[in-house]
């Protein structure tokens, strides 16, 4: 889904458009299906006593609120979130009810890093590191492919002799 281009300039473009790693959605994953398996074996346990029908409800009400809170907030946080490399800047914006972002025009950025752990490498994701002007840096964690957004931002904050 590209970034949508109200919000950019007149003469900016997208370069790169990321949401974090998909390794943010294994523990929620894993949580989804720990609390069907769960609330599965709960459910056999309780079938045939008298008072099952609420028994079920109580299961079907804690496994919703479970699955809610531990799988699809999570899901909808990775979704909402952006990291998008423009022409002009770098935007981060984040939040599902209060949306929360920051700009940083790449003519202030001074410095641009990676790291990424051994894990972090396989999995083919990083952090990325924006020194600017006169902050203190920003780091930017889980952005796939974070070397080639790092090597397309170094060329935007220092564009070769044929850009103009």
């Known amino acids: 889904m590209p970034y949508p281009e109200d919000l950019l300039l007149d003469d900016e473009q997208v370069v790169v458009h990321k949401h974090p790693h ?3 959605l294994v523990l929620p994953v894993l949580a989804f299906l720990l ?3 769960l609330g599965s074996y709960a459910a056999a346990l309780i079938a045939g006593r008298s008072w099952q ?3 079920w409800i109580g299961l079907a009400v804690l496994g919703g609120i479970g699955v809610l809170w531990l799988t699809v907030v999570p899901l909808l946080r990775w979704r909402t979130t952006h990291f998008v490399l423009t ?3 770098v935007l981060v914006r984040e939040g599902i009810l209060t949306r929360s972002g920051i700009d940083i025009s790449t003519n202030r950025i001074n410095t641009v890093q990676s790291r990424s752990s051994f894990l972090d490498r396989i999995l083919g994701c990083g952090t990325l590191i924006i020194e600017s002007a006169s902050d203190e840096p920003l780091e930017f ?7 080639r957004v790092r090597s397309l931002l ?3 904050v220092n564009p070769g002799p044929a850009a103009s």
Do not use: A, N
């Open 22 to 24: 998909w390794k943010m």
């Open 35 to 37: 609390i069907v398996g």
């Open 53 to 55: 029908f609420y028994g």
């Open 87 to 89: 022409t002009r800047r």
């Open 141 to 147: 964690d889980d952005i796939p492919q974070v070397e």
């Open 154 to 156: 170094y060329y935007e």
